[in-house]
């Protein structure tokens, strides 16, 4: 059962923050479970692909599930997830960076509530980080883009310059730099996970600048997916689908699901089991996938990528291995080293090919 962010607030403002914390389920009760998101759910994105793995996750251990959509990062959401709790949610999922501070306070007031918080770092006892390797699939989104190029440029509208991001621009352009080591990337950051007007001026600004491939990082809109198709670019996007916003020249999705990821930590609740830990997430966790791949991709390009995902898939590549040189020419990872993990997840500078800079 889903429960829209209008019912639960009129619940919430009667049950104001004063509630006992939640009590053990019995064999009768079901979890309650809450779903904080930074954008509407829409038809597509990020926020779209967690309120469906959420709500399988609720069918699947028989929990009754509240999204709170479209939350502003700050006190609004704080606000709202401490009425949550307040109201009886054991099981929270946070689907924003900007909510980590947030959920932290959240952490220290309820112990017996666990919690997953999307992209932070901070761990606690009932408080557990999840994050996607989206650079596996946007290593081989970069892969078709080079390929499909004529002009040698191709651009990306980023969200926010956080290391998850940042990495998913850096393997895109090496990705890229394997098909076409001259190729050149562009990037445009929005400052925003849901701004449709600011994304699509940012995929003409970058179209104007020739990029005739563009990826569209971590946006919750099909905006630039919808422009790309309008001009003429190829495209791809990150979570779920938008084939259908770009019939023609849509390039392929780096797509997440976690609902078997989402079901395992609720199970665990459950089971009194939960543990806080950093969940780093790719394909071998089948949690990152690609798919709708453009049937214009080059025959022996698409080889090349069939490869790649195997190895990537199977462990034996990684895209981040170096040498990595960054934009100064400085040698940040040297010939036979991978970036471990935890390096991946604090990436905060470009590759060499990324011509912006990033912001300060």
């Known amino acids: 059962m889903t429960q829209t962010r209008r019912a639960f607030l009129g619940t ?4 104001g923050l004063a509630s ?33 793995a959420a ?35 054991g099981f929270v999922i946070l689907g924003s960076f900007g909510y980590m501070n947030g959920g932290l306070q959240l952490a220290r007031r309820y112990p017996d509530v666990s919690i997953l918080h999307a992209s932070g770092y901070q761990v606690a006892q009932n408080f557990s980080p999840f994050a996607a390797k989206y650079y ?62 600011s994304e699509r001026e940012a995929a003409q600004a ?22 790309a198709e309008e001009e003429g670019v190829y495209a791809f996007n990150l979570n779920s689908s938008m084939k259908s916003y770009a019939p023609e020249y849509y390039l392929g999705v780096v797509g997440t699901d976690w609902e078997p990821f989402f079901t395992a930590q609720a199970q665990a609740h459950l089971d009194g089991s939960f543990e806080g830990a950093n969940h780093y997430l790719g394909m071998s966790d089948e949690v990152v996938y690609v798919d709708d791949w453009n049937p214009a991709i080059p025959d022996d390009v698409k080889a090349q990528i069939e490869e790649r995902l195997s190895e990537i898939a199977s462990g034996t590549f990684n895209p981040l291995s170096g040498p990595l040189v960054d934009q100064s ?16 997840q604090g990436m905060d500078w470009h590759v060499q090919g990324v011509t912006t800079p990033l912001p300060n």
């Open 12 to 15: 919430a403002s009667a049950a």
């Open 20 to 52: 006992a914390l939640p009590m053990k389920l019995s064999a009768q009760e079901s979890l309650q479970m809450a779903l904080v998101t930074p954008s509407p759910t829409a038809d597509v994105g990020w926020s779209h692909t967690l309120v469906e």
């Open 55 to 89: 709500s399988a996750t609720a069918e699947t251990v028989g929990g009754e599930l509240s999204v709170l959509e479209n939350i502003a990062e700050g006190p609004d959401a704080d606000r709202i997830m401490q009425r949550a709790a307040a109201n009886g949610a």
């Open 136 to 197: 596996q699939g946007t290593y081989l989104m970069g892969m078709a883009a080079a390929a499909l190029s004529q002009t040698g440029k191709i651009g990306s509208v980023s969200a926010f310059a956080i290391p998850e991001l940042i990495t998913s621009v850096n393997a895109f352009t090496l990705g890229a730099q394997a098909i076409n080591p001259d190729i050149e990337v562009v990037v445009v950051w929005v400052n925003s996970w849901f701004d449709p007007a």
């Open 206 to 227: 970058l179209i104007s600048q020739d990029c005739d491939v563009l990826f569209s990082n971590a946006q919750d809109t099909p905006s630039v997916i919808s422009l």
């Open 329 to 344: 020419g400085e040698t940040r990872v040297p010939d036979g080293t991978t970036m471990t993990d935890a390096e991946i």
